[in-house]
């Protein structure tokens, strides 16, 4: 369910940037960026340039989809709730999810060192999510999760189960792993 939402005007230009986690148990939150436009109105701008005004972390009810039509809704609505004091006419934009497959990556580490690594590469308009654990002890205990667009990073992350020396195999918790930057 994490996604990058893309708002444009009428004009062409970016208007917004909203992003979604879901990366604790029952808990989303989500940070949006709204521009501006570099030039004004009387001005002719081909290039489309704006520049950011405003970043804010905010915090969603969480909620389990039942298809992709209900999340882009549901993202529509929160854009709406969101910047729609700074939107002329909400029905006159462009609402763009990314179709590139982004990559994310995590740490796994507690207490007892790293355990491992964890891949995430995910396409969410094409619905598709791919996981890999990289274990840090053995390349036996690595382990491939294939996955939709409804189901959260952390819920496929809490499937893999983690091995150490003679030992039963764990789960993965949010507070064991930490995030590397997004790469696309």
Same mark, same amino acid.
């Given at each position: 369910?994490?996604?990058?939402?893309?708002?444009?005007?009428?004009?062409?230009?970016?208007?917004?940037?909203?992003?979604?986690?879901?990366?604790?148990?029952?808990?989303?939150?989500?940070?949006?960026?709204?521009?501006?436009?570099?030039?004004?109105?009387?001005?002719?701008?081909?290039?489309?340039?704006?520049?950011?005004?405003?970043?804010?972390?905010?915090?969603?009810?969480?909620?389990?989809?039942?298809?992709?039509?209900?999340?882009?809704?549901? $993202?529509? @609505?929160?854009?709406?709730?969101? =910047?729609?004091?700074? &939107?002329?006419?909400?029905?006159?934009?462009?609402?763009?999810? #990314?179709?590139?497959?982004?990559?994310?990556?995590?740490?796994?580490?507690?207490?007892?060192?790293?355990?491992?690594?964890?891949?995430?590469?995910?396409?969410?308009?094409?619905?598709?999510?791919?996981?890999?654990?990289?274990?840090?002890?053995?390349?036996?205990? $690595?382990? @491939?999760?294939?996955?939709?667009? =409804?189901?959260?990073? &952390?819920?496929?992350?809490?499937?893999?189960?983690?091995?150490? #020396?003679?030992?039963?195999?764990?789960?993965?918790?949010?507070?064991?792993?930490?995030?590397?930057?997004?790469?696309?």
């Amino acid at each position: 369910m994490d996604r990058t939402l893309k708002v444009y005007a009428k004009t062409g230009h970016l208007f917004a940037e909203i992003e979604f986690w879901y990366e604790k148990h029952n808990d989303a939150r989500g940070r949006y960026t709204s521009f501006r436009r570099l030039y004004s109105d009387e001005e002719e701008d081909e290039s489309k340039s704006v520049y950011p005004m405003d970043e804010r972390d905010f915090y969603l009810q969480y909620r389990k989809f039942n298809t992709i039509d209900d999340i882009k809704q549901h $993202d529509i @609505d929160v854009i709406r709730k969101e =910047l729609g004091r700074d &939107m002329t006419d909400p029905r006159g934009y462009d609402y763009v999810y #990314d179709a590139d497959m982004v990559l994310t990556r995590y740490v796994a580490e507690s207490q007892r060192g790293c355990v491992g690594m964890v891949n995430i590469y995910y396409s969410f308009l094409d619905n598709v999510k791919e996981v890999k654990f990289l274990s840090a002890t053995n390349p036996r205990y $690595d382990m @491939d999760i294939s996955s939709d667009s =409804l189901e959260s990073h &952390m819920q496929c992350m809490e499937r893999i189960e983690v091995y150490r #020396d003679r030992e039963e195999p764990i789960a993965l918790v949010w507070y064991d792993l930490k995030k590397l930057p997004v790469w696309y």
